[in-house]
């Protein structure tokens, strides 16, 4: 039976951040993609909280949590995340995060390391000097409010291609949309870290898992974003790491394919000789 879910804001001094918790035991704090929000994880947390007390986060300026008064840091949402656990009560747990999730699940690594247990790090891209201009030129673009409304298709026909279902892409395009009209803050914030990134992350010292949806680096190299092999600058940062990969349907891995995700998670989580 899945356990029930239920949503919380945490109260900060740049507004309100919106958490789902459930299940109960070890906690495993889940932070989602770019420009999505927890929904990400709506249908996995059921399934995790089975086991552990699963929390998922949305950042600030996306989904139903507030838009900060600055430009948040990769480094400033690591900070929120150590704000949700205080609140929590939590002193230690597992994180996994996707795509910008992941940068800051590895800056909560090696910024606060008494803090993480085991790290979960999903699709985290190696942007370089290149990417890092590319994702400035998206921030720059914004998503623009147009008066005729054709941005409301235009979203809609950029997520069909690949999510794989109508419900599926409605779900994203709301989370799309609750971002147009303010900055691109998780763009701003992973194009000024990602170069900073391999230095950063090599100072984790706790047990990594690393996923990848291959049909997922091959959309971000399609878009000229990153190579592919780009992605292996993690596994180099953190040679201690695992690597599990997925195919077909991992574009939205977390929604597309949620009990294969789940498996390896226990898994790793569940292993004490990793």
Same mark, same amino acid.
């Given at each position: ?31 989602? /993609?770019?420009?999505?929000? @927890? =929904?990400?994880?709506?249908? $996995? ?8 007390? %699963? *929390? !998922?986060?949305?950042? /600030?300026?996306?989904?139903? @949590? =507030?838009?900060?008064?600055? $430009? ?8 929120? %995340? *150590? !704000? ?23 800056? %909560?690594? !090696? ?164």
């Amino acid at each position: 039976m899945n356990k029930p879910i239920k949503r919380a804001f945490l109260d900060t001094e740049d507004g309100q951040i919106l958490y789902r918790i459930g299940g109960e035991g070890e906690p495993l704090l889940l932070l989602h /993609m770019n420009p999505r929000s @927890s =929904d990400e994880y709506r249908e $996995l947390m059921p399934i995790l909280a089975q086991n552990y007390c %699963v *929390i !998922a986060m949305d950042f /600030m300026g996306f989904g139903d @949590s =507030d838009k900060p008064p600055k $430009l948040y840091s990769v480094a400033d949402y690591a900070k929120t %995340v *150590i !704000a949700l656990l205080d609140e929590l009560g939590i002193e230690k747990t597992n994180i996994m995060g996707n795509h910008t999730g992941a940068f800051v699940s590895g800056e %909560v690594a !090696a910024a606060y390391p008494e803090r993480v247990n085991k790290l979960i790090l999903c699709n985290v891209a190696g942007f370089g000097e290149a990417g890092k201009v590319d994702l400035m030129r998206r921030f720059d673009e914004g998503f623009v409010i147009q008066e005729d409304g054709s941005y409301l298709m235009e979203r809609w026909l950029a997520r069909a291609r690949y999510v794989g279902s109508a419900e599926l892409n409605h779900r994203w395009v709301l989370d799309d949309l609750k971002c147009f009209g303010y900055p691109l803050y998780a763009v701003w914030a992973v194009g000024n870290y990602c170069i900073e990134a391999a230095e950063r992350f090599s100072l984790i010292k706790s047990p990594a898992l690393i996923l990848w949806g291959i049909d997922d680096v091959e959309e971000f190299e399609r878009l000229g974003l990153a190579l592919a092999q780009d992605r292996y600058f993690l596994s180099q940062a953190l040679p201690h790491s695992k690597v599990v990969e997925f195919s077909n349907g991992t574009i939205c891995m977390m929604n597309q394919i949620p009990e294969k995700i789940a498996k390896t998670v226990f898994e790793f989580l569940d292993s004490a000789n990793f």
